[in-house]
């Protein structure tokens, strides 16, 4: 059993794995899976039509762009999985992960962090390659956006975790996976 005072990483003064920091991240992320899903369903021509209170056709534009279909699967489908990704990896683990579970918050950070970058870059080719916008679209960059600092708070105390263990001779591997014997040796 942890106290308190233990929980929080050394240097910080707050915890970056606690409950009220992350289910936020999850929240946002269950909101950005519902969009790229929605939209992935016109994508894979589930639906005739998408919804887009501004822009007039401009979201149909988007969506049926080379770049939105580069790849074998759509944009939206990506982020949708993206996004689920982001939700689990943020749920799994305790308000210690950021020690105990170094692996879980740097996939979480991972993801995360990519998907920000990935929909900051389809926002910029909105208007630049198509003169259009999608509403919908420019929503879930949006989310994907907010999502990144939290995590990458997370991130940055484990990877201090992760050094720390390196400089006090445990194996950081071991510590990586969460190996408690490990983890102790780190001062």
């Known amino acids: 059993m942890t106290n308190k005072a233990s929980e929080i990483p050394k240097g910080w003064d707050y915890n970056p794995s606690t409950w009220s920091e992350r289910i936020p991240i999850v929240i946002l992320?269950?909101?950005?899976?519902?969009?790229?899903?929605?939209?992935?369903?016109y994508q894979f021509e589930m639906l005739d039509t998408v919804w887009e209170p501004f822009f007039g056709n401009d979201s149909v534009t988007i969506l049926n762009s080379k770049?939105?279909?580069?790849?074998?699967?759509?944009?939206?489908?990506?982020?949708?999985?993206?996004?689920?990704?982001?939700?689990?990896?943020?749920?799994?683990?305790?308000?210690?992960?950021?020690?105990?579970?170094?692996?879980?918050?740097?996939?979480?950070?991972?993801?995360?962090?990519?998907?920000?970058?990935?929909?900051?870059m389809?926002?910029?080719?909105?208007p630049v390659l198509f003169s259009a916008w999608c509403t919908l679209c420019l929503a879930s960059a949006i989310?994907?956006?907010?999502?990144?600092?939290?995590?990458?708070?997370?991130?940055?105390a484990s990877l201090q975790f992760m050094k720390k263990a390196k400089q006090s001779q445990a194996s950081t591997w071991k510590v990586f996976w969460g190996v408690q014997s490990e983890i102790e040796k780190v001062k």
């Open 29 to 41: 992320a269950m909101i950005g899976f519902i969009i790229a899903g929605y939209l992935s369903l």
């Open 67 to 120: 770049i939105s279909n580069v790849l074998p699967i759509p944009d939206a489908a990506l982020g949708a999985f993206g996004y689920l990704v982001d939700a689990v990896t943020g749920i799994i683990g305790g308000t210690y992960r950021w020690k105990k579970m170094p692996w879980i918050v740097i996939v979480f950070g991972l993801a995360v962090g990519p998907l920000g970058f990935v929909s900051v």
């Open 122 to 126: 389809l926002v910029v080719f909105q």
């Open 143 to 156: 989310i994907s956006i907010s999502m990144i600092g939290p995590a990458m708070d997370e991130m940055l």
